[in-house]
C-alpha cells in the first residue's frame, strides 16, 4: 500500500520520525519537483514507491508521512534543468542521498550509472545518461535517535589543561590486546576497558577522532584495491560511519557512536571530532551524482563566475561547498549542532579550515561561517580546532582565526623539528614555540592555548619514522612514490629505516624522547599521535590514507625500547599535569613579578649567563636554556591553589656534548635532575648553583628547585 502523504512543514531538514511520523523537508533552488524513493531492502534495485514532495514553501519541498516508521530505507530523485554550461546537472535517473541522512543504509557500489553524464561520452559532462542509479546509490535509513544518556554532558576541561590524542578508530583498535574479535575496529572497541584503560594511563584528556561521517572510498583508489582509510572525503555530515560498527542493524550505527562518547565522557575524555566541510565526496564536474550535485549543484558549490560548467576548488579535491548561500550554511551549521546536542562531542578540528572563509575567493577571517559561530550559543561553547591552511591563494592562516578558535601550528611542528634537527638559526624561533607563540597570537588578544602544537600527526612521518628515515617509501600507495609531501626536516640518525646497530638505535630512542618532552612541556596544548608514545612505524609510508592494513594498524607488542618510550611519554604527560608552569593560561611577560625582582622566564647561555642579543642572533647557536621561576600562589581555572617549583630546561641539539653553568640566583639553589634524555639513569643527582653539568649531545635536560629565585 503506498503511505499516505500530507502536507507537513519544512522544518526540520531532511528526513525526521517524530514519535508518529515522518517529516520530510528537503532544499532545493532550482529543482522543480522532489521525489521521495521507499526501498525494502538493501539489496532492492529498484524504489517500492515514488512519492513526489506535495508543498513547497522558499526552495522547501516537504510532506509528512504518518505511516512510515524507524528502519524504512529512502533515498530521493530531484527533477530540474540539465544545463551544465549554466551549473545545473539535475537528473531524476540518478538516486540521491539525503544530505541530512543520520544514518546509512545501504553503501556506494562504483558503476558508471551513477554519473550524470555518459562515461566516455565525447561531450563528457555535457551529455546526459538516462541509466537508473538505484542499484548502485547509497541509501539513508530512517532513525530513531532516543539514547538514554543518564547525567552524561559535555567535560568542559580548559584549554590549558587539555591534551589531544589523535586516533583512527580502527588504527587505534584493530589489534588492541583485549578487546573482542567482534568489536575491533568499531566505536565499541573505543568504548572498551583496554582502549579506555591505555587512554587513562597515558593521562590524555580529549581523544580527537579521524573523520567518522559517512565517507566514501574514491573509485579510483577501489580499482587498485585500496580504501579511503583516513575518511577525508564526506557524502554524510550527519551520519556516523557505518564501516565502524559491528551491528547488522544500520540504524544501531547512531547508538554505538552514542554509547562510545558516553563511556569516554565517564573516562574524564572528552571526543573531539575531526570534521570535512571544505569539500564532498562529489568531485569536481567530471564526479558523480549521489547527493548534494543532484540537488542543486549551483546552490552547493562553489562554481566559476565564468564559467559555471566549472567548480572552483581549494583543496585540491575538486569542489568547495558554497558557503556564501544560507542553505548549505545553514546545514553545516545544522550538521554541527547535531554532534553536540544528539551526539554529545566535545569539540571540533576542522579540515582545511581556510576553505571554508572563503566567501568569494579570498581568505576572510571574518567571514559569515565565523560570524555565525561566534554568536551560536551552542557551537561558541564547544572546543574550535582549526587546520589553518588550504590549497588556494593565501590559504596559510597561521595565527590569524578569530578569538574562539585554537589552530593547528604548523610552525610550531616545522621549527622544533629543525632545531631537534641540528639547523642553526633556530634558537630564537625555538624560544617562541615553545612558550605559546606569542608572535603568532598575542597580537589578536589570544591565549598560549590558541598555539595546538604537534610533532607529528596523521598526515606525515610517525614520530619513529621522522628519526628513521630521510625519504619518503610511499611505493604501497601505487602512484610510484610520487605521492605525499618530501619533509625536509626529517633525518634518520645515520640510517635509512630498520637498523642492527645499537648506537643509532639509542639515538633514535633519544630523539623520540626530545620530541615528546619537549611538546609536553611546551606552552600550549599538545597533541599526540596514537602509537607515537611507544613509537609504532609505518615503514616510511608518509601518507598512508588508502592503507587500511598491518602498515596502519597499531602494533601493541612492545619490545623493551618501546615499553621505554611508553612510560617515558607517561611520564612527561604526568610531569606536564603536575607543574602549573607548563600550562599557563597566560602568555610569560618577562618582567617582575607582584613588584618583585623576580622575573616569571629567563632565557640562558651555557655559561649560565643570560642570552644576549649577540646569542640570540648567532646562527651557530643550538644550545640554550630556559628557567621558569614557579608560580607560587597562582590561582588555577577552577578557583584552586597552584604550586609550581622553579624549573630549569636546558636543550642541546648539537652533535658533541656542552657543558652547561647552571645559573647563579640569589638563594642558595641545591638543582636536582628531573631527567635527561640522553640517560634516564642519572634521575635524582644534585648540583648547586654555578656548577657545570655535562649536557649530551642532542639531548634535553630538566632540574627543579622549589625556592623563590632571582637569577644574578
Known sequence: MKPRVWPGREYPRGVTWDGAGVNVAIFSEFGTQVDLCLFDSPTATEETHRIPLPERSEFIFHGYFPDLRPGQLYGFRVHGPYEPAKGHR???HKLLLDPYAKAIGRDLTWHDAVFGYVCGHQDEDLSFDERDSAPYAPLAVVVDTAFTWGDDR???????????????????????PGIPDHLRGT?????SEPAITHLQKLGVTAVELLPVQYHLDDRFLVDRNLVNYWGYNTLGFFAPNPRYTHASDPRDAVSEFKIMVRALHNAGIEVILDVVYNHTAEGHQMGPTLSFRGFDNRSYYKLSPDNP???????GCGNTPNMGHPRVLQMIMDSLRYWVLEMHVDGFRFDLASALARELYDVDKLGTFFDIIEQDPVLSQVKLIAEPWDVGPGGYQVGNFPGLWTEWNGKYRDCVRRFWKGDGGTASEFASRLTGSSDLYQWGGRKPHASINFITCHDGFTLRDLVSYSEKHNEANGEENRDGANDNNSWNCGAEGPTDDPKISAL???QMRNFIATLMLSQGVPMLLAGDEFGHTQQGNN???CQDNELTWIDWELGPSQQELLDFTC??????KSQPVFRKRNFFQGRPIRGTDIRDIYWLEPNGQQMTDAAWNAGYNKCLGVLLVGMVGEVGSRGELQVSDNL????????????????????????ELVFDTSDLSEEGSKLASGEAFALQARSLALFQHSAPLEVD
Not at 559535555?154 to 588492541?176: M, N, S
Not at 611520564?571 to 606536564?576: G, S, T
Not at 630549569?648 to 638543582?671: C, D, Q, R
Request: charge should be positive; charged fraction near 15%.
Open 543 to 545: 601518507n598512508c590514507y
Open 90 to 92: 539535475f537528473n531524476p
Open 154 to 176: 559535555l567535560l568542559r576541561t580548559p584549554w590549558h589543561e587539555t591534551i589531544i590524542y589523535e586516533l583512527h578508530v580502527k588504527g587505534f583498535t584493530q589489534k588492541l
Open 309 to 315: 560548467r566549472f567548480h572552483m576548488d581549494f583543496t
Open 508 to 510: 633514535r630512542g633519544q
Open 648 to 671: 630549569l630546561l636546558l636543550f642541546n641539539a648539537h652533535w658533541e656534548p656542552i657543558n652547561f653553568t647552571l645559573p647563579t640566583t640569589n638563594v642558595e639553589a641545591v638543582w
Open 187 to 191: 566505536y565499541g572497541a573505543i568504548a
Open 571 to 576: 611520564r612527561m604527560i604526568a610531569l606536564r
